[in-house]
């Protein structure tokens, strides 16, 4: 039986479509990885020159925690589908489920989204 990840970071919905999976079968995700900004309150910075700072603080703050997520995926043949987390400081990744699930026991690690496709509504 697979290892269930009862720490709110990937939907219930998410985790019931990864039990199934081959073990082999790789799954896309989106990490949302933790930064030094979490606990403050949201504020929308005023100026582009203090959104840019922002954001480069942003990117600092998970750049420490890719060392652990590179290794976690490196166990789980998976790999980073981008180089540097985005302004948010979340990062594409593809790999197995147990990967997913071990990602999400990661400290740096504030959530998993399903990377699903987007369509227009007919």
Same mark, same amino acid.
């Given at each position: 039986? /697979?290892?269930r990840v009862k720490n709110g970071k990937? @939907? @219930?919905e998410f985790a019931a479509r990864l039990n199934p999976r081959d073990s082999k079968h790789l799954v896309r995700a989106i990490v949302i990885?933790?930064?030094n900004g979490?606990?403050?309150s949201p504020v929308r910075p005023r100026t582009r020159a203090s959104r840019s700072q922002a954001i480069s603080r942003?990117?600092?703050a998970?750049? /420490?925690a890719l060392d652990e997520i590179d290794h976690i995926l490196s166990r789980h043949n998976g790999r980073r589908l981008r180089t540097i987390p985005d302004a948010l400081g979340s990062i594409p990744v593809e790999t197995t489920s147990a990967g997913i699930r071990a990602l999400a026991n990661s400290r740096h690690v504030k959530a998993i989204l399903?990377?699903?496709a987007v369509s227009l509504l007919s």
């Open positions: 039986m /697979a290892r990937i @939907s @219930s990885l933790k930064t979490d606990t403050q942003t990117r600092q998970v750049l /420490a399903e990377d699903q």
